[in-house]
């Protein structure tokens, strides 16, 4: 959702912001703005509704000279997408500005103090009512920092802010409050930055701190100063983060959506690597954050997530109940959330959480982590909130996913959970005799199936020639597999606007079979497997009714020939990694048949990449 940037320093701030600004897009935002302050320690704001081109052309006249600034791309919730309601936000004076991501739940009742108190309100966001309790403080004679951090104690929900001031000209202010986001400070030899996210410093430098919630940041050239937001101090240190700038670029690639896809297996490469010993079998997890007797207490696993998360937690349910030998189940962490769930002592609970940010499943891990229940994060952000509230984390490491629909970190995922699978189990001794070692064989092959899945590709845009004016796809699935048809469901959705259901097979005959007939495709994903009986009487059940087919079969299996109007092919897969193969050219056709229909790939409309509102 939306992006900040903030930069203090001896360069020119403005190309710095947007490019900043530019790095963030993959948030998703429907307005974007920055601010500067001038030459004469004045403020100056430009900001437009539309992409960063929008803004970039409304400056084309007179680019400004500061190195201060800050800069947001905004993601509507109070107010429609306009000029106006696009931050950064000025007080009264015109003397402070600052950027906002997430909600401020109790704005109204802040809103009629202000006006009460003469403040004169120009948005109808409800991010305008900090940078008047910012300027009401100053006014008071406080300094910026403490202004900011008196507004912070203000917010109810989660927020995170920056904030400068032509009164101490030369320093940002930031902060973040529960889960709005992230707050991340570039410690850089051209000056500091201040950004929600890593792609907007690394290529300036590598060295980071994390604002923890509830805590603030005062930054200016000569470097950081931590407290929390009531004043008491925080010591950080800046560390160095291993990610190589170069990985947020579209390379050979139109798309970031078809980079993603296409290096997913060089990307789970990173996510096994260094994980998996032979000889004798072994998995090991750095930072797991549970003892083997932790472990040895579980007595059952609750995965949770969103969207393309949610479906790896379902994928991973399977492979909880068939490596770990615990009963498993896989919930919607915005459901979970707000359901008096039965968690015991012995509850193990496992959220998967790409960008470590996602409010629904911040929101639920604390709820988790206040009854005292023991938890693993599957993420991909360092230092992000999941990997703080979770006793343990699997990085997935599967480099920065900028394209808004997630590809590679689900199948990171995936894998994640299956070497945590793998991991539980043998610390409980139940992958004896050989188990385990077959188990790590069968991991170990995926990337190469993933690379066969892939060579798919030319046919699948083909496929997408013949398929993309259809306005209704059915996605159907079976056991392991029902994820991946629920999330080839998601992905057509997302990036081609298609209305696309995914079912579990068995569910079709109780209700969607009404829906069969020529006008609506159904993709079957049909692996052999020992399921494999009972898909091709679910699609024989859509051929008796006049339905469309694309079946994704294994290689080589020849009983739909002719049975079905067209075949995508898959290598070979073990079953409990059958998501991570499968659901490849779902990916692929997802792409294709959204480029066919002229839709923007990587941004798709409405969407943003990290969810920081519920
Ligand atoms: C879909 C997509 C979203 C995310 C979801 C959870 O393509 O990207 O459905 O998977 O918002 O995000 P994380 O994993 O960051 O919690």
């Not at 193990?348 to 206040?370: F, K, N, Y």
């Amino acid at each position: 959702m939306c992006g900040i940037v903030g930069y203090v320093g001896n360069q020119p701030a403005a190309p710095l912001l947007l490019t900043g600004l530019a790095s963030l897009e993959y948030r998703g935002y429907d307005s974007a703005g920055i601010a500067l302050l001038d030459a004469e320690d004045r403020i100056v704001v430009w900001k437009a509704a539309g992409k960063l081109n929008s803004l970039v052309e409304s400056m084309k006249a007179a680019l400004p000279q500061g190195t201060v600034g800050i800069g947001h791309t905004r993601w509507a919730t109070h107010g429609i997408p306009n000029d106006v309601n696009a931050h950064p936000h000025l007080d009264c004076s015109q003397k402070v500005v600052i950027v906002h991501n997430g909600i401020v739940e109790n704005y109204q009742e802040l809103k009629d103090e202000l006006l009460g108190q003469g403040h004169r309100f120009n948005s109808e966001t409800d991010s305008e009512v900090i940078v008047h309790l910012i300027e009401s403080s100053l006014k008071s004679g406080a300094e910026l920092t403490d202004a900011v951090g008196s507004a912070a104690v203000r917010l109810r929900g989660a927020s995170a802010v920056v904030a400068m001031a032509v009164q101490e000209p030369n320093v940002i202010a930031a902060f973040r409050m529960g889960n709005a986001g992230g707050i991340t400070i570039g410690y850089a030899d051209e000056g500091m930055l201040v950004a929600s996210d890593l792609p907007a410093v690394l290529p300036h430098t590598n060295r980071v701190v994390f604002l923890a919630p509830g805590e603030l940041v005062r930054i200016d050239h000569n470097g950081a100063s931590y407290r929390s937001v009531d004043g008491t101090p925080v010591h950080q240190e800046p560390h160095a983060i291993a990610i190589d700038p170069g990985a947020a670029t579209k390379g050979e690639y139109e798309h970031f959506m078809l980079k993603e896809i296409m290096e997913q297996p060089e990307a789970v490469t990173r996510t096994i690597g260094g994980r998996v010993l032979f000889d004798p079998a072994d998995v090991m997890l750095e930072g797991i954050g549970l003892t083997t007797e932790e472990l040895a207490q579980v007595d059952r696993v609750v995965l949770i997530g969103m969207g393309t998360s949610w479906q790896a937690a379902q994928a991973g349910r399977y492979m909880m109940e068939s490596l770990t030998g615990l009963p498993a189940e896989a919930d919607n962490a915005s459901e979970f959330r707000y359901r008096d769930a039965l968690l015991g002592p012995r509850t193990l609970l496992v959220s998967v959480a790409q960008s470590g940010e996602t409010a629904d499943t911040l929101g639920a891990m604390e709820e988790a982590a206040r009854r005292g229940v023991k938890q693993v994060t599957i993420c991909n952000a360092e230092g992000s909130q999941a990997t703080r509230i979770a006793d343990g984390t699997v990085f997935i490491r599967v480099g920065p996913e900028i394209s808004v629909a997630s590809t590679k970190a689900l199948t990171g995922s995936i894998v994640g959970l299956y070497l945590l699978a793998a991991y539980i189990g043998r610390e409980r001794g139940v992958l004896e005799g050989g188990r385990l070692a077959s188990a790590l064989d069968d991991l170990v092959k995926i990337p190469r199936l993933m690379g066969e899945a892939l060579e798919q590709r030319e046919w699948i845009e083909e496929l997408a020639g013949l398929y993309y004016k259809y306005d209704h796809f059915l996605f159907l699935g079976r056991g392991m597999t029902t994820s991946t048809a629920m999330e080839g469901a998601l992905k057509l959705k997302e990036v081609s606007y298609i209305h696309a259901e995914g079912y579990a097979a068995g569910e079709m005959k109780h209700g969607p079979i009404a829906l069969i007939d020529k006008s609506m495709p159904d993709v079957a994903i049909a692996p052999r497997n020992y399921l494999h009986g009972k898909m091709m009487n679910n699609i024989e059940e859509v051929r008796a009714r006049g339905g469309t087919i694309i079946a994704v079969v294994t290689h080589g299996d020849e009983t739909l020939r002719g049975k079905v109007d067209h075949i995508i092919e898959i290598p070979e897969t073990p079953p409990l990694l059958t998501p991570a193969v499968a659901v490849v050219p779902l990916q692929l056709l997802a792409y294709y048949i959204a480029l066919r229909r002229g839709c923007d790939v990587d941004h798709p409309r409405n969407l943003a990449k990290t969810v920081t509102v519920e």
